[in-house]
């Protein structure tokens, strides 16, 4: 199992970016996706899911409005397009693949990526 996320970088507040996670070595259609961020001294936080079946989204609440998951199954790549972002939005962002349900806890999450980093400045 291989997750690569792409896509980070520095912007300012207010800005946008477009995270990318390509996937290999499992049948990617068969398994719900989540990102998730990890911001120097504090705990991994589930920021958001899609499943694998029918395309439902879960987001936390800290990013539900400004952010949007999205996935192409032809591709094995998973999409997380941040609008409006905050200088708290500043972390290492990695996506993973879920055991089960889609879930924004990480107990349910098995296989994730070496994460990609965002900084958001004010």
């Known amino acids: 199992v291989q997750l690569v996320e792409s896509g980070g970088g520095s912007v300012q507040a207010g800005g946008s970016l477009r995270l990318s996670c390509a996937a290999s070595?499992?049948?990617?259609?068969?398994?719900?996706l989540c990102w998730f961020r990890q911001a120097p001294g504090k705990e991994r936080e589930g920021v958001s899911c899609?499943?694998?079946?029918?395309?439902?989204?879960y987001y936390a609440d800290s990013v539900k409005g400004r952010f949007t998951i999205s996935r192409d199954n032809a591709k094995n790549t998973v999409y997380l397009q941040m609008n409006s972002l905050k200088p708290e939005d500043t972390a290492v962002y990695y996506c993973?693949?879920?055991?089960?349900?889609?879930?924004?806890?990480?107990?349910?999450?098995?296989?994730w990526g070496q994460g990609t980093q965002v900084t958001v400045s004010s």
């Open positions: 993973a693949r879920v055991v089960g349900v889609p879930s924004l806890e990480p107990d349910e999450w098995d296989y």
């Open positions: 070595g499992f049948t990617f259609h068969y398994y719900a």
């Open positions: 899609i499943s694998s079946s029918d395309g439902s989204t």
